[in-house]
């Protein structure tokens, strides 16, 4: 269905947009980070909270969440969404990239996968098919078609193999049935050759998917090569669409992106940095709260910020409680990270929408 995207302006000096994306449970606006709620829960954090946070639209793990409970105890419940009690929008991404992180597990082959599962070592099998039935049973918003993840590094030819399997796959993927609501994106790989990128956005865009992303990266690669993958799809991908760049990234790489056109975005660094034990500030440094200096530090985390953890609570404590192992301490520190990327893209969003986004891009650069 085209029409979910409506760009509702452009910087002029670079290639950033600001829209927004019409879903069935709800609209989006863009340039959104997504938090990870991998499992069907964003770690340490109740639906409530992230409202409470402005989160407009998580995402969701066809891979765990077919393991463990299994698509058809969640569609029994009534999808995802009633499931686990986030009534906002749902991506859900393919399996893809976890299958392709079992490489010593799994048989690739023309249809699929062949793999264990890294919790008992059972034997699956994922492909197009299945994993579109499984989205299908989840009834998330947004549903990624199942691509091959390139390794990195990787050939030449390796990745050309790739991008014909993954293309292969994307056609399938594009041909299963799913529910009313569901969006369909495809996804362009290519490694860091910039002619495969374009090979493969081309090939994929020929598919008409509702929005696109940028997968392959955040597997190893330089930074410089995560960017220069965006500079070499983004050309070719339709201006009407959203495009989405997966698994990415730190604050500084997300402003980098924007400009660069890139308008969906999510990743586990503030949950994953909050669980051990840090915290991001100013233009994306991290603060590392758990760290001896802090013990008798009884200032907030970061005083120009007003999230639930800055406001109540000094560093030597959340100190305290992370090295104590109280559960609270990752909660606070959890808050405070998602806090930080929500405030970012409202920031973002804010520069674009006054023309100050140039302004914005240089203090991250600084």
Known sequence: MSGC???????????????????????????????????????????????????????????????????????????????????????????????????????????????????????????????????????????????????????????????????????????????????RFGIVQGSVYPELRERSARAITALDFDGYAIGGVSVGEPEPEQFKAVEAAEPFLPEDRPRYLMGVGTPRQIVEDVARGVDMFDCVLPTRLGRHGGAFVGCGDTLPVKAGRYAHDFSPIDENCDCYACRHFSRAYIRHLMNVGEILGVRLLTIHNLHYYLGLMRSIRAALDDGSFAELCARFRA
């Open 5 to 183: 995207f409506e760009l509702l302006g452009r910087d002029p000096a670079s290639r950033a947009r600001r829209g927004v994306l019409h879903t069935a449970h709800g609209d989006v606006q863009t340039p959104v980070f997504m938090p990870v709620g991998t499992r069907g829960s964003v770690k340490a954090m109740s639906p409530a909270e992230l409202e409470v946070l402005g989160a407009e639209i998580i995402l969701g793990n066809t891979y765990h969440l077919f393991l463990r409970p299994g698509s058809e105890l969640v569609a029994e419940a009534g999808g995802l969404h009633r499931f686990s009690g986030w009534e906002h929008p749902i991506l859900t991404d393919s399996g893809g990239f976890q299958v392709f992180s079992l490489a010593n597990l799994r048989k690739l082959e023309p249809d699929g996968v062949r793999f264990a599962s890294h919790i008992d070592g059972t034997r699956f099998f994922l492909g197009p098919r299945e994993s579109m039935k499984i989205q299908r049973d989840l009834g998330s918003d947004i549903v990624m078609a199942f691509d091959e993840c390139t390794p990195y590094p990787a050939t030449v030819e390796a990745a050309a193999k790739s991008v014909e399997l993954t293309t292969r796959w994307e056609t399938m993927s594009r041909e299963q049935p799913l529910g009313e609501h569901q969006l």
